[in-house]
């Protein structure tokens, strides 16, 4: 195991309400990621942190934030969800080297009614 | 244009025998990763093999093999002796140099579905 957890793994919430997820890492890694996996798109990248505060966007941003205040730790929010952000969430880690391999979490499985 | 297609929605084969996935790609970076990724109906994502765009000879890790055809940009995974465990999606991923902001996103294709038949 890569040493990341993800929480929570399931959750069921409203239109409308914010919903945060969270990552954490024992690895140290300097990379993290958030992707999101529906069915037909495999998995598109909606953010990701090449440090401690230091955040870009990825190809589906729209609707979501996120934040790195400690180097084990990356928060998604979805600031106000809806129904179109029902998914499967994954982050991933990596060392940020040549080779670069990605390290998956177990996922969180998000519905929002 | 997708920079990773995988054209196989569905794939079937029988116990022991070798299965190839097709990947293909697309970017103008010289420098590039491609990588396959396996993921079983648990749902977690496994990592199994890794090309880079200079290595010079296809990359092998136990039963899987990466066939890279540079010219044609094509990445296909050939598992051989395929098993029943074997059966899962399927993802090849692109690592590009220059995407902007951070050398290290990985962009995804939709995934081939295995089926390993006994």
């Known amino acids: 195991d890569a040493g990341i957890t993800q929480s929570p793994r399931h959750k069921v919430t409203e239109t409308g309400t914010p919903v945060t997820l969270r990552c954490h890492q024992t690895e140290n890694h300097r990379y993290m990621y958030w992707y999101r996996q529906d069915p037909g798109h495999g998995l598109r990248l909606i953010h990701y942190?090449?440090?401690?505060?230091?955040?870009d966007k990825g190809e589906v941003s729209d609707g979501y934030s996120v934040s790195r205040s400690k180097t084990e730790d990356f928060l998604l929010t979805l600031e106000s969800a809806t129904s179109s952000q029902t998914s499967v969430y994954f982050c991933?880690?990596?060392?940020?080297?040549?080779?670069?391999?990605?390290?998956f979490g177990p996922g969180t499985r998000l519905t929002v009614l | 244009a997708q920079k990773i297609t995988q054209t196989q929605p569905g794939m079937f084969v029988q116990e022991k025998e070798a299965v190839t996935l097709d990947c293909t790609y697309d970017t103008s970076d010289p420098s590039y990763g491609l990588f396959w990724y396996k993921q079983p109906s648990s749902g977690e994502m496994i990592f199994l093999i890794y090309?880079?765009?200079?290595?010079?000879q296809n990359a092998t890790e136990g039963r899987y093999s990466l066939n890279f055809q540079k010219a044609r940009k094509s990445a296909n995974l050939v598992i051989s002796a395929s098993q029943l465990g074997d059966s899962a999606m399927y993802f090849c991923?692109?690592?590009?140099?220059?995407?902007?902001?951070?050398?290290?996103?990985?962009?995804f294709g939709k995934g081939t579905l295995l089926t390993v038949n006994p």
């Open positions: 991933a880690i990596s060392r940020g080297d040549t080779y670069n391999e990605q390290f």
């Open positions: 090309q880079g765009s200079y290595d010079q």
């Open positions: 942190s090449y440090g401690v505060k230091d955040t």
């Open positions: 991923a692109m690592r590009e140099t220059n995407s902007g902001g951070s050398n290290y996103k990985l962009t």
